[in-house]
């Protein structure tokens, strides 16, 4: 499995932006789906997005659709997520996930065989 340790986190006023970065280690990054999940207090985790291996293709939450942007650097073995125009319902810990399941449309959690600790992400009104 992969290893992964995301960062970026804070605390930030609603439409303001955030850059997350999760850093991957111990198997060969590019060999993997990734994606983001965040959790917000009391509700279940859930998807945000996700980007195949070569970085061709993404696929977004419809509530985060035109405000965030997920990319990837193989070389750096690092996905990112840009959050742009946080609301505060974008309140939430905030996970990278890899997965060996090429297909874009694999989101559900099981899906992901390696996780990161999380990254809070606060956006005060």
């Known amino acids: 499995q992969v290893q992964l340790v995301e960062s970026g986190g804070g605390l930030v006023q609603a439409g303001g932006s955030l850059r997350l970065s999760c850093v991957a280690s111990?198997?060969?990054?590019?060999?993997?789906?990734m994606a983001w999940f965040r959790q917000a207090p009391g509700k279940e985790r859930e998807f945000v997005t996700t980007?195949?291996?070569?970085?061709?293709?993404?696929y977004y939450a419809d509530s985060v659709k035109g405000r965030f942007t997920i990319s990837r650097d193989n070389a750096k073995s690092t996905v990112y997520l840009q959050m742009n125009s946080l609301k505060p319902e974008d309140t939430a810990v905030y996970y990278c996930?890899?997965?060996?399941?090429?297909?874009?449309?694999?989101?559900?959690?099981?899906?992901?065989?390696?996780w990161g600790q999380g990254t809070q992400v606060t956006v005060s009104s």
């Open positions: 996930a890899a997965s060996l399941i090429a297909v874009p449309s694999a989101v559900v959690a099981s899906a992901f065989s390696s």
């Open positions: 111990g198997r060969t990054f590019s060999s993997y789906r």
């Open positions: 980007i195949t291996w070569n970085g061709g293709r993404t």
